[in-house]
């Protein structure tokens, strides 16, 4: 296929998650190079985790939170969007409080979480859209997309569009339509891909967004935190957090 990787997409569910997945990419030539994306979803949480070693550098670690909840008419709302990464590369960079992205030093990986607002008449389609690629020739990448939305009645829901092979024209990059995964396991993975996408690293915290009701936002810039867990059960060691507290108007979802 020319892209130097095997692709296969694991679909499974738990009792906290009805949907779980784990794109697992693996380097052909070297089978310690390995690109491991887990995404958890049920309609109050949405989980993302990102593990990957493929550009030739110490493994790179990302992790992602969204909450939503009911309001007092039963509908959905989104809360929190939190993200954790490991602080490495000094080419991460936070626009305000819609967008965060990080090119890998030797610029052949990169990741960015956006957010997203399209508008029909007078209805606003919001939505958060995470997507990682990475260069597999001096021409093509490999990309995939993951959107994720809150909905009124059902609440958070997870889309995962791709891998797709990209002629590199930077913007506006040309992709097959065709996805490159070349099989589909109905089973979670080993523990051992396990483990390494769930691996604990210390990392530096990005609040998005603050929830649909929030008036006053808190950037939380946390330096030194040992992240460790999914949701409830995380856990932070050896904090030193920097707070600024701004006043404006209501944030919307």
Known sequence: MGNGLSM?????????????????????????????????VNPEMVLLRLAESVCYHPVRLFHMELSA?????????????????????QLTQSKGKDSLSDLCERK???????????SCGSVERVSW?????????LT?????????ECDKEKGLRANIRGPFKCE??????????????????NQEPSKAIRAFAESDFHGKEYILFHGASDKRGV??????ALFHGNGNAS?????????????GKSLSP
């Open 8 to 40: 296969e997409l694991h679909k499974w569910s738990s009792a906290a998650f009805p949907e779980e997945y784990a794109l697992v990419c693996t380097s052909h030539t070297d089978k310690s190079k390995l690109s491991i994306f887990r995404l958890r």
């Open 219 to 224: 950037i939380i810039d946390n330096t030194r």
């Open 129 to 137: 859209e995470f997507s990682h690629s990475y260069r597999v020739t």
């Open 168 to 185: 590199d024209q930077v913007l506006g990059a040309k992709c097959v339509p065709r996805p490159l995964i070349q099989r589909v396991v």
């Open 108 to 118: 052949r990986c990169f990741y960015e979480v956006m957010r997203k607002v399209e």
């Open 69 to 89: 909840q009911r309001d007092n008419m039963g509908c959905f709302n989104l809360g929190k969007v939190r993200v954790v990464v490991d602080g490495t590369s």
């Open 235 to 247: 856990e932070y060691k050896g904090c030193n957090i920097i707070m600024q507290t701004f006043v």
């Open 140 to 148: 093509a990448q490999i990309r995939y997309h993951v959107i994720i």
